[in-house]
């Protein structure tokens, strides 16, 4: 089969490798239908040293192939959607809806599943009755970009602001207008949040924002961005502030717009190990730090219902489509920011 493989920073390659097959049990395979491009995956690919080559992408929804012995909840020909975590759905954290903390010895991230990659024609999926859910339509639905957004971004999304503690009570900025950081747009305005304040430069994901719920566009960084953000909010900042681009500059502003008791919940992958969180920034204003992997396997099924209603289209996000062919320029034009996200159909 064909897969998507990245090599180096700037490096990605569509090459042909071994079809997966069912190693245990517990394994489903998946014949994959639909893929994406995700923001996470551009920081490897700015900055990755040539080294052994990563299968890429975690993003995906797929007809089920074939199935292990003890695998119940799926069976051939369903229709599923997988999260970026491999989990087994039982484990104490699990039940506590943090399957990013499995405890099962195969549970894992797809991006370091060294064999296995959803940009590519099939995956072996590990935990296959915790890790996949069963989608109700059919695999050429006009649904299946809102649906493949279940996979990560749209839960990552609703997960920060869940973090965050957004209500009908609260203001919130929102830092980044990548998918992510729209995608929490989205979830703030089905919170309830009053104001809903985007900081982003591109008009086009801005525009999107506004659909979207947001009520205010900050276009300006650092410290202009900073006072424009007080300026919206009487002087005070925000309640709640999701930081959705992973960039040391991004967290000292969502400091700056924080509001004094409030909340920075943070879903940009962290590219730095130290930040500010002491006196100046975090403990004299008593500001609550949030956020982190989001467990999305835990909110597919409660975030479902929505789209298969069409009360929303969180798919918007995907500006582009592709086939494997395509992916390489795909990463290209969401790191130059000409392509928004990717959606990629094998």
């Given at each position: 089969?064909?897969?998507?493989?990245?090599?180096?920073?700037?490096?990605?390659?569509?090459?042909?490798?071994?079809?997966?097959?069912?190693?245990?049990?517990?394994?489903?395979?998946?014949?994959?239908?639909?893929?994406?491009?995700?923001?996470?995956?551009?920081?490897?690919?700015?900055?990755?040293?040539?080294?052994?080559?990563?299968?890429?992408?975690?993003?995906?929804?797929?007809?089920?192939?074939?199935?292990?012995?003890?695998?119940?909840?799926?069976?051939?020909?369903?229709?599923?959607?997988?999260?970026?975590?491999?989990?087994?759905?039982?484990?104490?954290?699990?039940?506590?809806?943090?399957?990013?903390?499995?405890?099962?010895?195969?549970?894992?991230?797809?991006?370091?599943?060294?064999?296995?990659?959803?940009?590519?024609?099939?995956?072996?999926?590990?935990?296959?009755?915790?890790?996949?859910?069963?989608?109700?339509?059919?695999?050429?639905?006009?649904?299946?970009?809102?649906?493949?957004?279940?996979?990560?971004?749209?839960?990552?999304?609703?997960?920060?602001?869940?973090?965050?503690?957004?209500?009908?009570?609260?203001?919130?900025?929102?830092?980044?207008?990548?998918?992510?950081?729209?995608?929490?747009?989205?979830?703030?305005?089905?919170?309830?949040?009053?104001?809903?304040?985007?900081?982003?430069?591109?008009?086009?994901?801005?525009?999107?924002?506004?659909?979207?719920?947001?009520?205010?566009?900050?276009?300006?960084?650092?410290?202009?961005?900073?006072?424009?953000?007080?300026?919206?909010?009487?002087?005070?900042?925000?309640?709640?502030?999701?930081?959705?681009?992973?960039?040391?500059?991004?967290?000292?502003?969502?400091?700056?717009?924080?509001?004094?008791?409030?909340?920075?919940?943070?879903?940009?992958?962290?590219?730095?190990?130290?930040?500010?969180?002491?006196?100046?920034?975090?403990?004299?204003?008593?500001?609550?730090?949030?956020?982190?992997?989001?467990?999305?396997?835990?909110?597919?099924?409660?975030?479902?219902?929505?789209?298969?209603?069409?009360?929303?289209?969180?798919?918007?996000?995907?500006?582009?489509?592709?086939?494997?062919?395509?992916?390489p320029a795909g990463y290209q034009d969401m790191a130059d920011r000409t392509s928004?996200?990717?959606?990629?159909?094998?």
């Open positions: 089969m064909r897969a998507t493989l990245l090599y180096g920073a700037g490096d990605v390659r569509v090459e042909n490798v071994a079809d997966p097959v069912i190693k245990h049990p517990t394994d489903a395979l998946v014949r994959v239908t639909a893929a994406s491009v995700c923001g996470s995956d551009l920081h490897l690919y700015d900055s990755m040293s040539p080294t052994n080559e990563i299968r890429m992408g975690h993003e995906f929804i797929g007809v089920v192939e074939d199935t292990g012995s003890e695998v119940t909840t799926v069976k051939p020909g369903d229709l599923v959607v997988s999260p970026f975590a491999i989990s087994d759905n039982t484990c104490d954290f699990c039940r506590e809806g943090l399957h990013t903390s499995c405890t099962h010895p195969e549970a894992n991230y797809w991006d370091f599943e060294p064999e296995e990659g959803a940009q590519a024609e099939a995956i072996r999926v590990p935990l296959a009755d915790g890790t996949l859910v069963k989608l109700p339509v059919a695999a050429d639905s006009a649904l299946i970009p809102s649906l493949l957004t279940l996979a990560d971004v749209y839960c990552t999304g609703h997960r920060a602001a869940v973090m965050g503690g957004v209500d009908e009570r609260t203001r919130v900025t929102v830092i980044g207008d990548g998918a992510a950081g729209l995608m929490a747009v989205l979830s703030a305005k089905l919170l309830g949040a009053e104001q809903i304040i985007l900081m982003g430069r591109h008009p086009d994901r801005t525009d999107l924002g506004r659909e979207f719920g947001a009520t205010d566009i900050v276009a300006a960084r650092g410290a202009k961005g900073v006072e424009a953000v007080r300026d919206l909010t009487g002087g005070h900042g925000t309640h709640v502030v999701i930081e959705a681009v992973g960039h040391l500059p991004a967290y000292e502003q969502a400091v700056g717009v924080v509001r004094a008791g409030g909340v920075i919940s943070r879903i940009g992958v962290p590219q730095y190990e130290v930040a500010p969180i002491g006196m100046g920034s975090l403990f004299m204003g008593n500001v609550r730090l949030a956020g982190g992997l989001a467990p999305v396997r835990a909110y597919i099924e409660e975030l479902m219902p929505a789209i298969l209603d069409g009360a929303i289209e969180p798919g918007k996000v995907f500006d582009a489509t592709t086939d494997l062919d395509g992916v928004l996200k990717v959606l990629v159909k094998p």
